[in-house]
């Protein structure tokens, strides 16, 4: 017998909390300095997927860290790809 708020077959969290605690997270993330980010959150089953681009590693650190405080228990897959660009340390050579 299932009830509401129960764990789920797998023994994790219960997956209809799952989408309100996204909307959470990233209501969280837009209000914070990281809300000109495109960052995406998106349930994949009992998981969570994080995509998309972010200016710096430390950046994606504090994301993650943020996912894993809100989303606690649930599965979390990170895709997010660090875009750093740092200045050259020698002159490109044309030829």
């Known amino acids: 017998m299932s009830t509401h708020g129960s764990q789920d077959a797998d023994g994790g969290p219960p997956a209809e909390n799952l989408d309100y605690r996204i909307a959470h997270l990233q209501d969280r993330l837009a209000s914070g300095e990281l809300g000109e980010l495109g960052v995406r ?10 995509t998309g681009t972010v200016p710096s590693a430390p950046c994606r650190d504090e994301i993650l860290r943020t996912v ?12 997010l790809v660090v875009a750093e660009a740092s200045s050259p340390d020698h002159a490109e050579e044309l030829s």
């Not at 959150?41 to 994080?50: I, K, P």
């Not at 894993?68 to 895709?79: C, I, K, R, T, Y």
């Open 68 to 79: 894993h405080e809100e989303l606690a228990g649930f599965p979390v897959h990170s895709d």
């Open 41 to 50: 959150v998106e349930a994949r089953g009992s998981a969570v997927l994080l």
